[in-house]
């Protein structure tokens, strides 16, 4: 029987490491550069591809799935294909093959032909690869130097129109109010109109610059988008893809171990600096990750002062009595009930109520713009996790102060100090490290859940982000993007989701390193603290 | 000796005070919160259980120039914000008398009448009063728009054309009466009864009841030629049979496809109506006392039909499948559904009974309400799915809904009333939420298009559609899938705390638990990521290896253990396998694994014909869903593991070393010492971390909502899906409005979960809080 229970273990241990080694082999693997096989099939068609798996099915034999990559010139518009083993006549790995990452429609694997860079400051002779990349590099300048700051310009002037347009929406709602008033203040009122009179021609002089500033863009796209790279694809048809939508161009054919790294690390430097393309499935996770540490440190200002607070009063103050017992039950309960509860808690409470009532008093001149407060934010997500992660806060206090030795508390009152002295300079110091561990497992747990989050204003793809340069830089009313949830929607509501899959791994990845880092310090910190405890009652 | 200043004293005893209060004032806050976080849900729910009342509104005296019993019909038109409601009534003359029901004045009269061209045109201003047909009788169409049967025989439709709101409040609303279809007289003379309705802009259609039972309809529609003139086209159906017994009242669909009528010795009729001619027609011995057949009603959607009868009692019928056809196979019954003339006319419910014959029916625009008049004058408002009685009205006349269905408005003697029908709590108004009920929430019920009374959770359909709210298959599938995951979380963690509390070394202890520990931190999305995307196509392609391994694992267990008697007899062997017994079962279950994998192979090819879900769903009827209840076992059950391992180890090595060694010395194997001597004592401990396992299953959301396809089905196969209550919520919340219905009964589904966690969590504590006092004492 000894044997059964340790079958036992073992089928937890196995399981546990199955699930690390997935997570690992998928996630890691994804940014590294696999060779790219040339197929040439029976039937004379040729294929260009990455390996990605093969599957015996039963009356067709074995069926190699490729990656085939230029999903716009697909006939299904289909980034993989099945192709049967016996039906491949040869394989071989060309050295000059190219992937050409991209700013739409995924990859492109090819063959460099020539370039036309009638733009650039490119030598027209030489290798083709090498000229592509001189093209590229050059391209990247030409962006920075004309675009971005046309760009960066567009951006400023819509800031300062949507800033307009929200003083004249209160100006307005002013004098309507003022208007309807028992008082009745038309002078009041016809004063106000003035001041929306210039509004209104400040906001069409904005609107003249901004499209003015729109148009030069459009011209310095024009002329950038001259520059091709014309490319053979595996059939050798010729196709002629824009520069300006080329990121990145390698050929992992040839890359030697040390090219293959270097492009691994720049790969995840991309995922940890960019925002994402294409629907989540490419490039980075930036705003993702900004999403996450932001609602986990908002969640911990928010709700550790509290729940110290609280756990403090049950560990010191409170007198043990029927009603005490009833509220630790309460609380260890508490830190029981599905997250989704808290999370329907906080759309009844924080979002239909809170929310509406805040939005009523304070930007009722603007409700017809859309909802403020009254609706998903990222405020509304942060107390929701909050009040679900004050349980672990409490009952981690509370654990922490009453493990110390009743004899610390009494030789510090013997010394003549009063209750809330010890607390401060004694218990609270040799408490510090388990109040830190429950912190660290409340983070965890925040940073790991994503049902509340659904219900309470996380969003796949946000056009803004809660922190930027505008006044008041933090918005705490919009909504935000989280890893855990990126793994929800990108895995499971992308259309495409056979080619957004390695993302997926790769955000679960992230996601995972995060969470067992924090939990793991927990774990560090709580076994460090029990043995100095041991040490300091002996 | 340091001596303290009077003054810094006093300041540190005020800072004392001061932090006594801030923490306690801060401990209750919290605690209050917390308390409010469920009162909040609570109050959520509630109003879908306030029982109803009909308020006044207002009451006010008929005109002076309106008689009583002159009043045909009755209407009212209430703007969204209530800041104006009309009364409008009909008298035998043709003229609609529109009155303000604040001030009891007539704002306007308008006067319709039979026209005898072909198509109705200009709407027709107060006229002249002579010697012009008087109308009979009025039957409402639709909230504003009255069937008028006139005395020359002819029908005609008069519309309430209301004022728009746009208009503003401070003017006077102007009405319009529109006369929307028209039937000229028939040779058969004046009808007896007679129901008109307008099926598009320029068509109608109408049923007639004239001497003799002879029931006519008439198609009517414009079309325009070329120059512009209109031609009007009628298509006119006799039906003529032979009836069972007098008719007594009819019904017809809005689109004029199906009519029905009732006699006076209790049998329903029925035909279906082509173009031009009854495609097929039924008669059924509706009731077997033979008593009549009193009046007849659609409800919204014109499938229910509504029946009362002379005794008081009011059913509603509809078409379903009989049951010898669905006995047939599947494949047949799929068929059989499409086609209609397989589905028979069948008594569905019957409402709670009225005192005297049924008089009228009036069903909702928008909802399963039905306004029930009886001979009496005793009236009720009653919603049919759910069963329940909003609301009763005495001695009442004519009564009618608004067009938005909560507003009701009578005649009562001389006397204008009208009632907002709404919940009541305390004696405040609130939300009314009819169709729910405690039958609808926990009873099967016999919807609109089932072929039986179900258990139905279906929230989204077309317009007239009627949310299906039973919570049982919620609770069923929350059930279910937490029950596959505690079949699988809880022998493995119990197994593995007793192995990691008792017989392995504490150096390998000091590394599983932490590992253990940090299995718990694994965000619960990434698990159902895996288990959705990974696992489903593994144990898909892998099924006959997983069966398998339930066997072969034991089977090479067993032949290892048969082994081992052998070599224990070494100690050298004993030694070395000692408190690490899980390395070589590990080992162990991989060989199994491999060795079911190695056979499956085979097996599927010769038995199940190559693919064992198809073979499944041919021999044995079972579907085998993508995602499924396997997929849940794995998914949940490993976040379950960790946190029941946990406590589970603690409850197990918390018991006093001294039982254990006792028990050791007096020659007990290891396993005896656990069985007979750890377990018992550790028992409580254990049951409470099963408790608080199968709590954290319950609440599991992002594995349920990625790993189920969350299909409200009720069956206990593990290779189907389910829909559970935490799923749900996140599902449906962004598609429920604040206040709404469905709102509140996914508050409901989270006031479940939370009562059932609370349960569950408060057992373990208390059971937990016992154990510790008793070994305190060790």
Known sequence: ?538 | MVTFSQATLTKVKRHDRMARWVVTLGGVVVIVCVLGILLMILGTTLPLFLPARARLLAHVNLPPTVKADAVLAIGIDVASDYSRQTAHILDASGTFHFVDLFSGEVIQDAKTRPSSGTVPTATPKVSEPSSQPTVLAAVRSSPAAYTLRWSDGSISLAEVVLPSLSDKASERPKFLLKNRANVPPDKFGVPREAILYATGDKSSVCAAVYSHDRIVITRQSATEDLSGDETTNAARIVIADTLPGPLTAIALDRSGTMLYAGTANGSLLWWRLGEDRVLDHDILPAFLDKRAVTSLSLMLGDVTLVVGDASGEVSNWFFVVPESERKSSAAERRTASSKKELKKLALIRTLAPHVAAIREIVASPRNRELLIRDESGAATVDVTTSERRLAKFDHVDRLAFSSRGDTIIGLTGDEIKAWHIEGSFFGHESSLHPEVSWKTLLAPVWYEGLSEPEFAWQTTGGDDYEPKLSLIPMIFGTFKGTFYAMLLAGPLALSAAAYVSHFTTPQFRAWIKPAIEMMAALPSVVLGFLVGVWLAPVIRSGLVTLLLALVSVPVVFIIFLLIWEQVRKRPAAERQARSREFLLAALLLIVGVVVASWFSSPLEQRYFGGNVTTWMSKHLGVIYDQRNSILIAFGVGFTVIPMIFTLAEDALSSVPHGMTAASMALGASRWQTLWHVVLPSASPGIFAAIMIGFGRAVGETMIFLMATGSTPNMDLSPFNGMLTLSANIAQEIPGAPAGGTLYRMLFLCAVILFVLTFILNTIAEVVRQRLRKKYGQF
């Open chain 1, 1 to 538: 029987m000894v044997w059964v229970a340790g079958g036992g273990l073992a089928a937890v241990l196995l399981g546990a490491l199955i699930l690390i080694v997935v997570i690992l082999s998928n996630g890691l693997v994804v940014f590294w550069p696999a060779p790219i096989e040339q197929v040439r099939l029976d039937d004379g068609t040729q294929i260009l591809g990455r390996r990605i798996n093969s599957e015996n099915s039963i009356g067709r034999g074995l069926q190699v799935r490729f990656k085939t990559a230029n999903r716009e010139f697909d006939s299904q518009r289909q980034d993989f294909h099945w192709v049967a083993d016996d039906k491949i006549a040869s394989t071989d790995l060309p050295a000059e093959c190219v992937v050409l990452e991209r700013l739409a429609n995924g990859d492109f694997y090819g063959f460099v032909k020539e370039i036309k860079s009638p733009g650039l400051d490119v030598k027209q002779s030489g290798d083709p690869f090498h000229q592509l990349q001189d093209a590229l590099r050059s391209m990247d300048l030409h962006k920075t130097e004309e675009l971005d700051p046309l760009l960066r310009r567009i951006e400023g002037k819509t800031d300062e129109l949507n800033a307009v347009k929200l003083s004249r929406l209160k100006g307005e709602y002013r004098q309507k109010q003022l208007r309807n008033s028992a008082s009745h203040d038309e002078k009041a009122a016809t004063a106000l109109e003035g001041n929306i009179a210039e509004l209104k021609a400040v906001a069409g002089e904005l609107q003249k610059d901004s499209e003015r500033l729109v148009n030069q863009r459009s011209k310095v796209e024009e002329s950038l988008r001259q520059n091709l790279a014309i490319v053979l694809d595996a059939q050798g048809a010729s196709r002629s893809i824009a520069l300006m939508d080329v990121i990145r161009v390698y050929r992992p054919n040839s890359m030697n171990i040390l090219a293959k790294a270097s492009h691994y690390a720049a790969k995840v430097w991309e995922l940890l600096t960019t925002p994402p393309r294409e629907a989540n499935t490419e490039g980075g996770v930036l705003p993702a990750i900004f999403g996450t540490v932001a609602l986990v440190l908002l969640m911990a200002v928010l709700s550790f002062p509290l729940g110290v607070l609280a756990g403090v009063y049950l560990g010191e103050y409170a007198r043990d009595g029927f009603l005490v017992r009833l509220v630790r039950i309460g609380v260890n309960n508490l830190a029981g009930i599905p997250s989704i509860v808290y999370g329907i808690f906080g759309v009844g409470f924080f979002i239909n109520s809170l929310g509406h009532a805040i939005d009523e008093q304070f930007y009722a001149y603007r409700l017809a713009e859309g909802r403020v407060f009254h609706g998903g934010g990222v405020l509304w997500a942060a107390l929701t996790l909050g009040i679900l992660t004050v349980p672990v806060v409490i009952v981690a206090t509370e654990e922490a102060i009453r493990v110390i030795p009743r004899g610390v508390r009494e030789s510090s009152y013997a010394l003549g100090s009063t209750k809330f002295q010890t607390l401060i300079r004694v218990l609270l110091p040799l408490a510090s490290p388990g109040i830190m561990t429950g912190f660290i497992l409340a983070m965890a747990r925040a940073a790991g859940e994503v049902a509340p989050l659904m219900l309470t204003g996380v969003v796949s793809t946000a056009g803004t982000v809660p922190l930027d340069g505008r006044f008041p830089y933090l918005h705490l009313e919009r909504q935000f993007l989280h890893l855990g949830f990126q793994i929800y929607t990108v895995a499971f509501q992308t259309p495409n989701s056979e080619a957004a899959r390695p993302m997926v791994y790769v955000i679960t990845l992230l996601l995972v390193l995060i969470v067992l880092l924090l939990s793991g310090m927990a774990i560090l910190l709580r076994n460090r603290m029990r043995k100095q405890l041991q040490i300091k009652t002996i």
